[in-house]
């Protein structure tokens, strides 16, 4: 397997483990009682995060955009990995415009909220890990083999 192949097979991986991560957010973002999953006291709380009005754009839950998103980062991985030839301009943009959402929800828990949310650190986690692969098969495709 080549580098390349490499490189974007671990994307898709990433990408469904952060859709799987999301999923869960999305299942606690719609339940109705309190829940200890992600409580560990003090200020590591996924219940605060992910219930507060922060967690909704335009009405739509953000745990759900997390799963579209990393949905369309294991397609483009994917589509890219049929033809190997040039640099992956979408799955870059799509993994930078990812990161930066994920660095805006994290600013809200740190400085508006006050409260972590271990599942939302593990998909930040998630989307970095994509974008430094991503980035290196953008900016250094000739390197790659």
Not at 15 to 40: M, N, P, Q, R, T
Request: hydrophobic share 55%; glycine share 6%; aromatic share 12%.
């Amino acid at each position: 397997m080549t580098g390349r192949r490499w490189i974007l097979n671990a994307i898709v991986l990433l990408a469904i483990v952060g859709a799987g991560v999301s999923s869960v957010s999305l299942y606690h973002h719609y339940e109705k009682s309190e829940s200890s999953f992600c409580d560990f006291g003090g200020s590591f709380n996924c219940d605060i995060v992910n219930r507060s009005i922060y967690s909704k754009v335009f009405e739509i839950p953000v745990a759900l955009i997390g799963i579209l998103g990393y949905l369309i980062l294991a397609f483009l991985a994917r589509r890219y990995q049929k033809n190997l030839k040039g640099r992956p301009l979408f799955l870059m943009g799509a993994t930078l415009a990812g990161l930066a959402f994920a660095l805006r929800l994290t600013y809200i828990e740190k400085f508006v909220l006050a409260a972590w949310c271990v599942l939302c650190l593990s998909s930040l986690a998630i989307i970095l890990s994509i974008t430094i692969l991503s980035a290196m098969l953008f900016l250094r495709p000739d390197r790659i083999v």
